[in-house]
């Protein structure tokens, strides 16, 4: 009950298309949906983030869509760019704790 | 913008040997964390510390490892004796306040252990 399960696991796109990342989770104490960039070889560092009273959340080309009854969450990335090439890990965290839950990682490759 | 910083960058042990990883949590930061990513895994959770004790740790975190803030701007992360599955990027973390209040997480560009 405690995993974040994403997918896919590597996804290509085109320059200056959508990049679309989805997570699901079971845990209903789960309140805060957190999504990480890693490049190789440094820290995930936050991107965007949700909480569960909303149903989307805009960043520049970055969005959250949350479906709270469905129990998922996906990162949208719009006009995608190769310098969005990273590591992508959903997170989710909730109840008395401040352990993130990661999810398993999309590798997210931009073509030029 | 404020950091996390960490040393070593890699370190290569010897199995059975100790090994301690050092940070520097964000100056006016009161909650630390140690995370590790085996490679090519998802990031997993080892330990949060705060008021000087750990608040929570997971199953990994076994007696075989132990955090210390030994002075005032210092967390570091002390594996006793390593083991060749302790092979992973370690990543120290903190945060302002508690990640529940929504407050960010900020995570250090970590240490990568290699145990042979």
């Known amino acids: 009950q405690q995993q974040v399960k994403q997918s896919p696991q590597s996804l290509i796109v085109q320059k200056g298309g959508i990049s679309i990342i989805n997570c699901a989770y079971e845990?209903?104490?789960?309140?805060?949906f957190p999504w990480y960039q890693q490049f190789p070889g440094k820290g995930p560092a936050l991107l965007i983030a949700i909480r569960p009273d909303v149903s989307e959340k805009k960043e520049g080309r970055f969005t959250i869509s949350f479906n709270k009854s469905a129990k998922q969450f996906s990162l949208h990335i719009m006009d995608s760019q190769p310098g969005d090439s990273a590591t992508y890990f959903c997170a989710a965290l909730g109840g008395a704790t401040n352990k993130l839950i990661f999810g398993t990682g999309t590798l997210l490759a931009v073509q030029p | 913008e404020p950091e996390v910083t960490q040393t070593p960058s890699h370190q290569v042990t010897q199995m059975g040997q100790e090994v301690i990883l050092r940070c520097v949590p964000i100056s006016n930061h009161l909650y630390f964390y140690w995370y590790r990513q085996i490679l090519g895994q998802k990031v997993e959770f080892l330990v949060s510390?705060?008021?000087?004790?750990?608040?929570?740790k997971s199953e990994i975190f076994d007696d075989q490892f132990s955090v210390e803030r030994p002075d005032g701007s210092n967390f570091t992360l002390k594996i006793r004796s390593t083991k060749l599955e302790d092979s992973a990027m370690y990543f120290c973390?903190?945060?302002?306040?508690?990640?529940?209040?929504?407050?960010?997480?900020?995570f250090g560009e970590g240490s990568w252990l290699t145990v042979v």
């Open positions: 510390f705060y008021n000087n004790e750990i608040s929570e």
């Open positions: 845990n209903t104490a789960f309140d805060y």
């Open positions: 973390a903190s945060s302002e306040t508690e990640v529940v209040a929504g407050n960010t997480i900020y």
